[in-house]
């Protein structure tokens, strides 16, 4: 079982370059989320979609955005990467239980 | 906003001792709590759970005990294994029912 798949895992940006971080999930979870976790902060929330075609913002949103176009699909982007967004990235899915994260991505800004 | 936290960031223990590893929480309409390990370079994989309506919950090797009165979590291991060496976080759910908050972990390290 794949259950949550982050793509890519790695990926250093220059300031101001954008890009997407892409979830994807296989056990037909209607919740997924988007964390980031730094060191001695624990996991933040910055969006995340309680259904198809929802989104709603956590408690870090600013400088992301986000999509659901399909169940499985939660993608994450970045408009204008900044330094302050060196982290690492957690998706996770759930229903009606615990959340099932995916292994990460680790995103570095220079 | 809701406070998880631990009272304890680290843990040493040796192999084959038992472990506890504590957690409290701030609101106590939290009705859902769960315990996740994380390993270096991973993300946080799902332990065991526990409902508000119940004091506590058995797995393999691992109990969830919850105390209402005192807003407090705690999660033991038994027979520590090297293999256990990880962060552990406590997470709980209340409000609508979509939102979890985390604590920061506790880092477990087990002595062979």
């Known amino acids: 079982n794949a259950g949550v798949t982050q793509t890519p895992k790695f990926r250093v940006l220059k300031t101001g370059q954008s890009m997407t971080l892409l979830c994807a999930q296989d056990m037909n979870h209607e919740y997924m989320y988007w964390y980031r976790q730094d060191p001695g902060m624990g996991l933040r929330l910055i969006h995340y979609s309680v259904g198809e075609g929802t989104t709603a913002k956590g408690e870090v949103p600013d400088g992301y955005n986000v999509s659901r176009l399909k169940k499985q699909n939660f993608l994450l982007g970045l408009e204008s990467a900044a330094p302050s967004q060196t982290s690492v990235y957690f998706c996770?899915?759930?229903?009606?239980?615990?959340?099932?994260f995916g292994d990460g991505t680790r995103l570095s800004i220079l | 906003g809701e406070s998880v936290g631990l009272h304890l960031p680290t843990l040493s223990v040796q192999e084959g001792d038992n472990s506890i590893i504590n957690c409290a929480y701030s609101?106590?309409?939290?009705?859902?709590f769960i315990w996740y390990k994380q390993e270096s370079g991973k993300g946080p994989q799902f332990i065991i759970d526990?409902?508000?309506?119940?004091d506590k919950r058995q797995g393999q090797r691992v109990t969830v005990l919850l105390n209402k009165t005192v807003k407090h979590l705690s999660l033991q291991i038994a027979a520590t294994q090297p293999g256990d060496s990880a962060v552990y976080f406590c997470a709980e759910i209340s409000g609508t029912g979509n939102q979890f908050y985390f604590g920061t972990g506790t880092s477990l390290t087990v002595i062979p």
């Open positions: 526990i409902r508000s309506n119940m």
């Open positions: 996770a899915s759930s229903y009606l239980g615990p959340q099932h």
């Open positions: 609101n106590s309409a939290s009705d859902y």
